[in-house]
């Protein structure tokens, strides 16, 4: 199983800040024919289901504000929202889509400061 | 728009079974696999499963933690999913989601999902 390792647990953050949420997961998740990275972040908001914010590591989904961005390829992996607003304190999770099963990481709550 | 609706939770015993319903709409279903995950209160998503479309043999994969209790299917014909869910566990206790993909190739990630029903297993 590919195991995906979240960092940090929670973090708190000012309104306006970046915050920045790492994920590792145990084997490469790097499709080398496609060149694409099978990963892929989730937004949980109280009381709601998740929400698909970003794919393929680094494509936003329609909608989704350009605060948040993707990066990293392999193993390494980062969501970056760059200017933190009130509505986006939520439980992010990375999921790898690259193998069966497809684990998620055990989330990151983002707080306001 | 693609709508989820999934239903069937309830309480029920430990040892007991319960079958969830996923209904679907906004989307060709038939041409889409099916995802199950699940979270526990206060915990985070737990993948339970998927069932492939029929262009893929409509086969399906398990989480080690419920695979030989839980079985998928699906009725293309209404556009509903299933998950029957035979000796329960304590454990077993999530919110259980209906999930699918806007990528016919992508079949395990979770593009699209239902608000959930609330499965509690208990004496």
């Known amino acids: 199983d590919i195991v995906m390792t979240q960092s940090p647990d929670s973090l708190a953050v000012s309104l306006g800040e970046r915050a920045t949420i790492n994920c590792k997961s145990s084997q490469s998740v790097l499709h080398t024919s496609s060149n694409e990275n099978y990963l892929a972040w989730y937004q949980q908001k109280p009381g709601q289901p998740p929400k698909l914010l970003i794919n393929w590591a680094s494509t936003r989904e329609s909608g989704v504000p350009d605060r948040f961005s993707g990066s990293g390829s392999g193993t390494d992996f980062t969501l970056t929202i760059s200017s933190l607003q009130a509505e986006d304190v939520a439980v992010y999770y990375c999921q790898q889509y690259y193998g069966i099963p497809p684990l998620f990481g055990g989330g990151t709550r983002v707080e306001i400061k | 728009e693609v709508q989820l609706v999934e239903s069937g939770g309830g309480l029920v015993q430990p040892g007991r079974s319960l079958r969830l319903s996923c209904t679907a709409s906004?989307?060709?279903?038939?041409?889409?696999?099916l995802t199950w995950v699940r979270q526990a209160p206060g915990k985070g998503l737990e993948w339970v499963g998927f069932i492939r479309s029929k262009a893929y043999g409509v086969t399906a994969e398990y989480a080690a933690s419920v695979k030989g209790r839980f079985t998928m299917s699906r009725d293309d014909s209404k556009s509903i999913a299933y998950l029957q869910m035979n000796s329960l566990k304590t454990e077993d206790t999530a919110l259980y989601y209906c999930?699918?993909?806007?990528?016919?190739?992508?079949?395990?990630?979770?593009?699209?999902w239902g608000q959930g029903t609330l499965v509690t297993v208990s004496s």
């Open positions: 999930t699918t993909s806007k990528e016919i190739v992508v079949v395990t990630r979770s593009d699209y």
């Open positions: 906004g989307f060709t279903f038939g041409e889409y696999a």
